[in-house]
């Protein structure tokens, strides 16, 4: 069965950080592609940061040097760091993910955390 389990969300100031994790079981982690998405009401769910497998980042404009995303193949898990935090940030995070493969793909969803940033 695979489980992807978000932590780390949680109120902060303006300006302040967080750290998120996503915690992967039941797939070969190391294969996979990891994404951060967020929702914030009444807005269609968008990608923040990606990582391959290879361990290649892509990042939203929006949070380009404000959030790092890294990941432990050890541990299976996927971080975003969040510096800079402003109240647009504030939405429920996922984390994502994503295996491409021979003529086969898969893609698994975390529950997602709530981020809020408000003074």
């Known amino acids: 069965q695979v489980q992807l389990v978000e932590s780390g969300g949680g109120l902060v100031q303006p300006g302040g950080s967080l750290r998120l994790s996503c915690a992967a079981s039941g797939i070969i982690f190391s294969l996979y592609a990891e994404g951060w998405y967020r929702q914030a009401p009444g807005k269609e769910r968008e990608l923040v940061a990606a990582i391959t497998s290879g361990g290649n980042t892509n990042y939203a404009d929006s949070v380009k040097g404000r959030f790092t995303i890294s990941r432990d193949n050890v541990k299976n898990t996927v971080y975003l760091q969040m510096n800079s935090l402003k109240p647009e940030d504030t939405a429920v995070y996922y984390c994502?993910?994503?295996?491409?493969?021979?003529?086969?793909?898969?893609?698994?969803w975390g529950q997602g955390t709530q981020v809020t940033v408000s003074s």
């Open positions: 994502k993910a994503e295996y491409r493969g021979y003529g086969e793909s898969r893609d698994y």
